[in-house]
Nanobody
Framework: QVQLVESGGGLVQAGGSLTLSCAAS????????MGWFRQAPGKEREFVAA????????SYVDSVKGRFTISRDNAKNTLYLQMNNLKPEDTAVYYC????????????????WGQGTQVTVSS
């Protein structure tokens, strides 16, 4: 069973940047697509970004395109999310997830969630 631990969240002013990390342990995740999701207070969890097993393909929700960049380091079993030009509407708990499939596919098929890291963007 894989364990996913997110880090890097915090409080930042609008226009600022943060980099989230997700360290996987328990098994190698280099064969699987991975992704980031977020959940704001009172809202359902939503897909943010995903990357295929080798980093060759990425996908983003429209609201973060051009501002967020997802990447991975398979040698370190780690997933990243670089977030630039943050907006108050980006405030949420961010979760790392694993698809158990090599390609991104349907975000609804992602599972094995981490505990999340809080990102708060002040205006």
């Amino acid at each position: 069973q894989v364990q996913l631990v997110e880090s890097g969240g915090g409080l930042v002013q609008a226009g600022g940047s943060l980099t989230l990390s997700c360290a996987a342990s328990g098994r190698t995740v280099s064969s699987y697509a991975m992704g980031w999701f977020r959940q704001a207070p009172g809202k359902e969890r939503e897909f943010v970004a995903a990357v295929s097993w080798n980093g060759g393909s990425t996908s983003y929700v429209d609201s973060v395109k051009g501002r967020f960049t997802i990447s991975r380091d398979n040698a370190k079993n780690t997933l990243y999310l670089q977030m630039n030009n943050l907006k108050p509407e980006d405030t949420a708990v961010y979760y790392c997830s694993l698809s158990y499939r090599p390609l991104i596919g349907d975000p609804g098929r992602f599972g094995s969630w981490g505990q999340g890291t809080q990102v708060t963007v002040s205006s």
